[in-house]
């Protein structure tokens, strides 16, 4: 018997692939936000509801992956932005190699923000780089207040933590000032806002939040 | 559940070390993976017992070790092994913390049969 030593990561060519697609991104002058949630957190709905507010001001290019289906696509797409639905075809996540297809078929000329909707899933997205400028997660308050604690590496990895659904607090058991101590815990940095897509409270904050976050992008 | 598509990563990496290494039969596949990695390792271990057999490990035995969470602080430099993902520094208070150890999802070694395969699959 002998005994090769290897020490490679498994995720290095998603890595390579990711850091292609951000030097691809920078190069046409685009920020790119990855939305990571469990499914029903309220990914498309956001999109739908902050998009009219952020083509204010950005131009705006949607990524949707999904399993099947293009209905998120058609959602999106129905606010009039460029939009490019990945139908994973059974993974749970989106890798770099998908959003790199994806870019090719985006006209990358015509926009400078890419808002990249990640496949539901609390625990995979986590892993695969995409070339994202920054990570973005979404929790309902429907889903409970445990779900930082659950689920770590999401939100470790998120740079904004949005708690959606804040109209539903009435009517179910969460503890808005346990979810934030709780995220925090796991990534001291994290920004959070709260906000309801039914409502429309909090969308100016999410709107702002970006506009900083892509000047900020751009300055560097 | 992504450790189909990690499998597939995992023994592309075996094929090509066992290759560049001898063309010796994979006996045992050591892989490394961390505590917060977000893979299960059961779903990896079955992942293997499916995808191995077309591939130079068929046979062969995965062995996954799993490395538990470790942090060190920036500032004090103290280091600790929390079992919680909770990112405080337990001397300073610090919210400084790098993640150290916890995180791999890596192939660490393999053992071959010192001989190249005889049936003549790995040309």
Redesign the interface.
């Known amino acids: 018997m002998h005994e090769i030593r290897i020490g490679e990561d498994l995720r290095d060519r998603n890595r390579e692939i990711a850091a292609e697609n951000r030097e691809h991104l920078r190069a046409h002058g685009i920020v790119a936000l990855n939305l990571m949630s469990a499914p029903g957190a309220g990914k498309t709905s956001l999109l739908v509801r902050a998009i009219p507010l952020l083509s204010k001001r950005h131009a705006v290019g949607v990524i949707e992956g999904d399993i099947q289906t293009t209905t998120d696509a058609e959602r999106v797409g129905a606010i009039g932005v460029p939009v490019y639905q990945i139908q994973t075809g059974g993974v749970c996540h989106l890798d770099a190699a998908m959003v790199h297809s994806a870019l090719h078929r985006l006209d990358l000329e015509s926009i400078d923000l890419l808002l990249i909707e990640n496949v539901g899933n609390l625990v995979c997205p986590a892993e695969f780089d995409l070339g994202e400028d920054a990570r973005v997660m979404l929790l309902s308050v429907s889903e409970g207040d445990d779900k930082p604690k659950k689920y770590p590496l999401m939100f470790h990895e998120a740079q904004l933590l949005v708690l959606n659904k804040i109209d539903l607090l009435p009517h179910v058991t969460f503890d808005l000032e346990k979810a934030r101590r709780e995220s925090r815990e796991i990534q001291p940095r994290l920004d959070i806002i709260e906000l309801s897509c039914a409502t429309g409270e909090g969308l100016d904050r999410f709107a702002d939040w970006i506009d900083r976050f892509v000047e900020r992008a751009r300055s560097r | 559940?992504?450790e189909t598509?990690?499998m597939t990563?995992?023994l592309a990496?075996?094929e090509r070390?066992?290759r560049d290494?001898?063309g010796?039969r994979v006996?045992l596949v050591h892989a490394r993976i961390g505590e917060?990695?977000?893979?299960n390792v059961e779903a990896l271990r079955f992942a293997f017992e499916v995808l191995s057999p077309g591939t130079a490990a068929r046979g062969g035995r995965l062995e996954c070790e799993v490395v538990p969470l470790r942090v060190r602080c920036r500032g004090c430099g103290a280091e600790a092994s929390p079992g919680?993902?909770?990112?405080?520094c337990g001397r300073c208070g610090s919210?400084?913390?790098d993640i150290v150890g916890g995180?791999?999802?890596?192939?660490?070694?393999?053992?071959?049969?010192?001989e190249a395969a005889g049936d003549g699959a790995e040309r």
Request: charged residues 25%; glycine residues 10%; proline residues 0%.
């Open positions: 559940m992504h598509a990690l990563n995992l990496i075996v070390a066992a290494g001898g010796g006996r917060f990695a977000g893979v919680d993902f909770v990112l405080a919210t400084e913390i995180r791999e999802m890596e192939v660490d070694y393999i053992l071959t049969d010192d």
